[in-house]
């Protein structure tokens, strides 16, 4: 009999010194880090399904104009506010003040081109104070199909975008955050601590920052050098001294 299942887009090609984020699944770090940092207010920019939702146990703000969840999304929380809408609007609003009195804990997932996590980094800042954290997914692309900015199924099943740029912006442009790139897969997470609410170098410079880097392929940069500036560091390794929100505050 005729297979008609429809075919799967081949394995994708990787030129050599490609990163790959091969450490524990995010979805546990997530956990891990909800677990040991308690943040009294988690944003969840990009919520999608709900897997990363409902790994968070405490007091929740998640925002998506396109919320496909499954499962209980709820759990123990205290309490959860969805937002259906985009980000963009949802920091517009002025909505997150209105819920929390300073968010803990973010996790940025929403749409993966460089300027929507850009913004979204931005306006997130300036609602956490110094012991917060900021995390960023997709940093690691899987291969160079998955890094465009175009989603192409036929050739990436999982897809990136362009968000791999944003290492470059917050090392040249906010030396002064402590930001790692850790290793779990399958597309990495960027950690983000020693926040600065009132710093505006980033939105001052959004738009040049955004024209600069619009056109850069990954090509063009260079995956070993994307390495070489990410200095991708194991999980493991990095955790234990991510796990303490008094230790920063
Ligand atoms: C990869 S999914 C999120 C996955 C989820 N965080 C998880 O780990 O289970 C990305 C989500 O971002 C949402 N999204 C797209 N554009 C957005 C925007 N402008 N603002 C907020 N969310 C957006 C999409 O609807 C989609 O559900």
Redesign the pocket.
């Given at each position: 009999m005729a297979d008609i299942r429809a075919p799967k887009p081949e394995k994708p090609a990787r030129p050599a010194g490609w990163p790959r984020a091969r450490g524990r699944h995010?979805?546990d770090v997530l956990e891990h880090l909800h677990l040991t940092r308690r943040p009294d207010w988690y944003l969840?920019?990009?919520?999608?399904?709900?897997?990363?939702?409902s790994r968070c146990p405490g007091r929740a703000i998640a925002?998506?104009?396109?919320?496909?969840l499954t499962g209980d999304v709820m759990g123990d929380k205290p309490e959860l506010h969805l937002l259906r809408?985009?980000?963009?609007a949802?920091f517009a609003s002025g909505k997150a003040l209105e819920l929390a009195p300073r968010i803990d804990l973010a996790?940025i997932?929403?749409?993966?081109l460089f300027e929507?996590v850009l913004d979204?980094f931005i306006a997130a800042e300036k609602l956490c104070d110094a012991g917060a954290m900021i995390l960023l997914?997709d940093l690691v692309p899987f291969s160079p199909a998955a890094a465009e900015r175009e989603w192409d199924p036929e050739r990436t099943k999982g897809w990136s975008g362009d968000v791999w740029k944003m290492t470059l912006i917050l090392r040249e442009y906010r030396p002064d955050l402590e930001f790692k790139v850790l290793n779990p897969r399958p597309c990495g997470l960027g950690v983000i601590t020693g926040l600065d609410p009132t710093n505006s170098t980033l939105e001052e410079a959004r738009d040049d920052i955004v024209a600069r880097f619009m056109d850069l392929t990954i090509e063009e940069f260079g995956a070993r050098k994307l390495c070489d500036l990410m200095q991708m560091q194991d999980v493991e390794e990095a955790l234990p001294g991510l796990c303490d929100r008094e230790a920063a505050e």
């Open positions: 995010y979805l969840e920019i990009g919520s999608g399904r709900g897997h990363s939702l925002v998506d104009p396109d919320f496909r809408q985009t980000s963009e949802f996790f997932d929403g749409m993966h929507y979204d997914h």
